[in-house]
């Protein structure tokens, strides 16, 4: 069964601090990742999409890694910002597959304080 | 751009009553999907759409119903709403090829309560 798994499920950091955020995923045969930003009470926002040739890609302060061969993603925020507070979620498409070919991770919730 | 439009944001609901939640879309896409977000989950696909007249099942589907008339709409039904049915409903729309880069598009979210 395809299965995302996102670590951690959540984190507290103070704001101008660095972090990353882990996504393992047994997804096959595998198409691309997305990391989305979930601010509080609104709709994912796509942050990064990246394709099996890709293993680094920046947005702004947030750059995805992605390790094809052990199946492991990471996104690195830098320079925490306030608003950076929200929840973030890994997903991972298939080649083909029915419906949407989505496999969603449950999301890590960030906190960044003052 | 508006981008995806979805109705209300907020409704309680009493056990079997019935309502239908309201997306819509001003990008012409072909594909347009429902997804329910519950605690401790991932977002699960209820049903989705690659074009007018055209629906299929998610992951999700019982107790829900859809229809997809125009391109722009694509609203989800309640019949007989129950308490499993709390969560929060998510229309979403895109490209019909997603491929490598197509971008998926959220809306803002439909909290539903069911007592």
């Known amino acids: 069964k395809n299965q995302v798994e996102q670590s951690p499920q959540s984190l507290i950091i103070l704001e101008g601090k660095n972090c990353t955020l882990q996504c393992n995923y047994t997804v096959s045969p595998f198409s691309n990742l997305r990391w989305y930003k979930q601010d509080t009470g609104r709709g994912p926002v796509s942050l990064t999409i990246?394709?099996?040739?890709?293993n680094t890609k920046s947005n702004g302060r947030y750059t995805a890694t992605l390790d094809a061969d052990t199946k492991q993603s990471s996104l690195h925020i830098t320079a925490s910002q306030l608003s950076d507070s929200a929840s973030y979620i890994c997903v991972v498409k298939v080649v083909g597959g029915g419906a949407d070919g989505l496999t969603f991770g449950k999301g890590t919730h960030l906190i960044i304080q003052p | 751009n508006a981008g995806v439009t979805q109705t209300p944001k907020f409704q309680v609901l009493k056990t079997g009553q019935s309502m239908t939640l309201q997306c819509a879309q001003d990008?012409?896409?072909?594909?347009m999907s429902w997804y329910r977000q519950d605690p401790g989950m991932g977002l699960r696909l209820i049903h989705y759409?690659?074009?007018?007249?055209?629906?299929d099942q998610g992951e999700v589907p019982n107790g829900y119903n859809v229809s997809r008339s125009t391109t722009e709409d694509f609203p989800l039904r309640l019949l007989s709403a129950a308490p499993s049915q709390t969560s929060v409903y998510f229309c979403?729309?895109?490209?019909?090829?997603?491929?490598?880069?197509?971008?998926?598009?959220f809306g803002e979210g439909s909290r539903l309560t069911v007592l």
């Open positions: 990246m394709t099996f040739s890709e």
């Open positions: 990008m012409n896409h072909e594909y």
């Open positions: 979403a729309s895109r490209i019909r090829n997603l491929g490598t880069t197509g971008e998926l598009f």
């Open positions: 759409s690659v074009g007018a007249g055209i629906t």
